[in-house]
């Protein structure tokens, strides 16, 4: 059988691979690599698996012409750069057997143990994720890969082998939007869940081959800028290194330094993450120590800190407080040699082993029996909860993307426990994150021992107390400022028990009002027969459906009571409608905090877009007007408490089209400028509305730019797209006009 398309995966224009092999790695090599680490390492088990897969998978090819034996090579031959034990490696060779050939699960069983057939029908249920382009399908295949995860992390790893070697070969793969739809979930599931388990440089490949797909005229713009860079710098480089290594020697100190460059796709995301442009990032280069102990961490960082004037704000402590997937280093910024602001790090090998290779470097296959579930990892078990939570296959893998694809802060228990929750993290959130239960009672917080409002956002460092109350119950209105996943969920859960419970209400009530004016006594053993007839499982449903318009009480009361039916029903048996209606496309958005009906207006002073803060003013004869929170003119209605209305975007609705976002944009004045911004703009999907010249001279041009976008993302990306174009001076969002 031949594989699927979807298995042939890498990117145009992508950096060479980690780890390139030009031919096909031989039985013996492969034993040998990893013997080189594991001088016991199962021989055996290796060559078996070797001559297995490669007869099993015969002639088959892939869409680049090689072997497809090739591929689960290749993967066996990453996770022996990372040192895995056998069993791994054994997966790694059989992986896609009984996907893609004719051995069965029970064939793997019989011949390699219960231990390789478990790993080996974990990779190939998660396997069937590429081949899915129904998000409902591939969001159950997720699930599949977290309950996975949780029982065998070595599930995962063999999965990021893989997917690493796919996107190494994905230009080989015929059809663009195939090759995209990869790259794109390469970059928000694989990537995040590689630098969950501390496999750095894994992720940075996998995000670098995934940009160059998405985004190949931004990646090369960085990459030029940094071989420009690479090559003006290159000498201050050599001085900054020797400089910093005679300081630490002077200070007593042996190390060994190294300088580290940024990979393109972390330089894009740190440019729309600060909304700066590439001049104006500190860290693209920065500088590693690294020194045999911890004491002698804190005795290079003093020596450090002591020589060179500390740039305010950028030291952290990942050694007293390491991030969630054990890494640790110190994190510094200092005015440092030549007069350059450098970054530097400063670690243990130790800890610079596990920043490499992270989870695979406590695997220690020398270490006897180490733990193989991964529900060691909080995370980890954030994302169980969510599976439990979560009603719909899209909700989960929606949530699970918030969970992962986020920065982290660190906050403590008043215990001292210490929690990690994504930048912008709530005190809801820490409570959620404490326990489901203490999330839904939650009632009020402290925050350093200060009351404060729920939406406050969390600072690394911060001690919280969550204030509960017997009987407490989350309020809808979490929803629209939490932002962990897990949060989301428990919320979406509670409204849905809540709504249900409303919709049984008022779907008993209407089938009551209807008995009464048909003269019939009301009974429920009346309705049950019939419950099945209308694909309701109870009366309790049958209700609910009622309340929610999904079935017409009339119907239902004709069912019941043949005889009484009438020859028209009158307008007050008409189910009240208590869903909201989905916007058309091209139709207003729908705004959570006003009465339907009511007339929206978007200010222009302020133009907010669907991902914004937002607040309503009310105005006379105009309805409501919507601005951003930020928005300078909300300062003339400072003495006007009355006109505010709490207001926020909706979720799950269609977005609307023909919302503005506008720009500053300084542009250069040579040729091809303004056709360079255009494109821009259009390739990532902007329309421009309107335009206008503010100011000219003979350097640049000064533009405001109206463009039609989706939402605060899509103008975000469009931002940073243009920041990335050598035409552009800078690019800001307009406020105040």
């Known amino acids: 059988m031949q594989p699927p398309d979807a298995e042939t995966t890498a990117a145009h224009n992508a950096p060479p691979p980690m780890a390139a092999r030009p031919h096909l790695m031989r039985q013996y090599e492969l034993v040998e690599r990893v013997k080189a680490y594991d001088p016991d ?30 591929h689960p090579l290749e993967v066996a031959g990453i996770l022996t750069d990372m040192k895995m034990d056998s069993t791994t490696i054994a997966t790694a060779l059989l992986h896609d057997t009984v996907e893609d050939t004719l051995a069965s699960l029970e064939d793997i069983q019989k ?20 081949l899915q382009t129904d998000q409902a399908k591939q969001a159950e295949n997720f699930r599949k890969l977290v309950v996975a995860m949780s029982e065998d992390i070595r599930v995962l790893l063999v999965k990021l082998a893989d997917r690493l070697h796919n996107m190494r070969t994905l230009h080989y793969l015929r059809g663009a939007d195939k090759r995209k739809r990869i790259a794109r979930e390469t970059l928000e599931i694989y990537a995040p869940l590689a630098e969950r388990i501390g496999i750095e440089k894994m992720k940075d490949e996998l995000e670098d081959l995934a940009f160059a797909e998405l985004n190949a005229d931004a990646r090369n713009s960085i990459v030029a800028r940094l071989n420009f860079l690479r090559t003006e710098g290159e000498a201050i480089a050599d001085k900054v290194m020797k400089e910093l290594h005679d300081v630490l020697e002077k200070g007593g100190v042996t190390a060994v330094l190294e300088g580290r460059e ?49 740039v305010p704000g950028r030291f952290k402590d990942y050694i007293s407080t390491p991030k969630p997937n054990q890494y640790q280093s110190l ?45 060691q990892y909080r995370w980890l078990r954030e994302l169980l909860d969510i599976v439990e939570h979560a009603q719909r296959p899209e909700e989960f ?59 406050t956002q969390l600072r690394n460092g911060d001690q919280v107390e969550i204030v509960t109350q017997k009987g407490g119950t989350p309020s809808p209105a979490w929803e629209r400022f939490v932002v962990t996943g897990k949060a989301k969920s428990c919320i979406r859960r509670f409204i849905r028990t809540q709504q249900r419970a409303e919709y049984v209400t008022l779907g008993k009530s209407m089938l009551e009002k209807l008995c009464k004016q048909e003269h019939v006594d009301f009974s429920e053993k009346a309705f049950e027969p019939v419950a099945k007839d209308f694909q309701s499982a109870s009366l309790e449903d049958l209700y609910a459906n009622i309340g929610a318009s999904l079935q017409p009480a009339r119907e239902i009361f004709n069912a019941a ?33 006003l009465i339907p009906g009511m007339a929206v207006h978007y200010a222009r002073c302020c133009h907010p877009l669907p991902g914004d803060p937002i607040v309503g003013i009310v105005t006379t004869g105009k309805g409501v007007t919507i601005h951003t929170t930020d928005c300078e003119t909300l300062e003339s209605f400072a003495r006007a408490p009355e006109r505010w209305i709490d207001v926020g975007w909706s979720d799950g609705q269609d977005k609307s089209e023909g919302m503005i976002g506008r720009l500053d944009i300084v542009l250069v004045n040579k040729p091809n400028s303004f056709g360079a911004m255009t494109t821009v703009i259009g390739k990532n999907n902007g329309n421009i509305t309107n335009m206008k010249i503010t100011s000219r001279t003979p350097e640049f041009f000064d533009l405001l730019v109206d463009i039609e976008v989706k939402d605060t993302k899509h103008l975000t990306n469009i931002i940073a797209a243009l920041r990335a174009n050598t035409s552009i001076n800078s690019v800001e969002r307009t406020k105040g006009r």
């Open 397 to 455: 893998l929606e949530n699970t993307k918030l969970e992962l694809f986020q920065d982290q802060v660190f906050c403590f228990s008043p215990k001292g426990d210490l929690i990690a929750l994504p930048r912008g993290a709530t005190p809801v959130d820490f409570a959620y994150a404490v326990h489901s239960r203490v999330g839904d009672a939650c009632v009020g917080s402290k925050v350093n021992g200060r009351m404060v409002p729920l939406r």
């Open 111 to 130: 011949q390699f143990g219960d231990g390789v057939a478990r790993l080996v029908d974990g990779v190939t249920k998660l396997s069937r994720i590429e």
């Open 262 to 310: 940024k990979t393109p796709y972390s330089i894009w995301r740190k440019m729309q993450r600060k909304n700066v442009g590439f001049e104006q990032l500190s860290d693209i280069m920065a500088f590693r120590i690294v020194v045999e102990n911890v004491e002698q961490c804190y005795q290079a960082l003093g020596v450090i800190h002591s020589h060179y004037h500390v």
């Open 561 to 593: 009571y043949p005889a009484h039916r009438l020859k028209a029903p009158e307008k007050t048996e008409q189910p009240v409608s208590v869903k909201a209606k989905v916007a058309k496309p091209g139709a207003p958005l729908t705004l959570n905090g």
């Open 41 to 70: 390492a199962n021989e055996d088990l290796l060559n078996r698996a070797y001559v297995f897969s490669m007869q099993a998978h015969g002639t088959q090819t892939r869409a680049s012409g090689d072997p497809y034996f090739s």
């Open 331 to 375: 994190h510094t910024g200092i005015m440092g040699p030549e007069r350059q602001r450098v970054e530097i790090q400063i670690r243990t090998r130790a800890m610079h082993e596990v920043a490499e290779l992270g989870v695979a470097a406590h695997w220690g296959y020398k270490q006897g029996a180490p733990r193989t579930d991964g529900l």
